[in-house]
């Protein structure tokens, strides 16, 4: 069975520091998604990074995958408010099913 | 462009009672794709219908199930519902395979009383 473990699981901060979090597995994922969920609202797609040491930016978020494809993790810079939620990744193993971890719940407050 | 359309957004149930939840995709796209979340467990994926066929299945009994019509909205049931069942049930489309791009929906929350 292909786990995707997410850390830390919960996040509290203040607007303007910097944060990372991670998703990691010991299992090959040909690509991994991130999505952010705000409450009472499905999740919404980030990004999606399919190339080992791939790196994507969009704006103050960066998203990484893992040489091996194994691990992906994305930073925050100069956290505001706006980016409270709960950050989730999804791996696709091959199945054509999509593996979600369990998500790491960010606060940031002002 | 219109949403991922789920009804309806909540509900209460008791137990051994049966549910149906509707979902309406993105026009144009054929697979829909069912999860339960909750705290605990976070997002399990339930099953994926694409052009009216369970595609896929994921590790849950057979109360739950789906189907999807020829204009790809479809439905999910539980049928004799346990306190275990309390969640929220999202339903996600795509162009034509799950890993294709989702698009999620608000979500079902079911409270099973």
Known sequence: TQLLEQSPQFLSIQEGENLTVYCNSSSVFSSLQWYRQEPGEGPVLLVTVVTGGEVKKL?????????????????ITAAQPGDTGLYLCAGDG???KLVFGKGTKLTVNP | KAGVTQT??????????????????????RSVSWYQQTPGQGLQFLFEYFSETQRNKGNFPGRFSGRQFSNSRSEMNVSTLELGDSALYLCASSRDRVTDTQYFGPGTRLTVL
Request: hydrophobic share 25%.
């Open chain 1, 59 to 75: 704006k103050r978020l960066t998203f990484q995958f893992g040489d091996a494809r194994k691990d992906s993790s994305l930073h």
């Open chain 1, 94 to 96: 091959g199945s054509e």
């Open chain 2, 8 to 29: 309806p957004r909540y509900l209460i149930k008791t137990r051994g009672q049966q549910v149906t939840l509707s979902c309406s995709p993105i026009s144009g796209h």
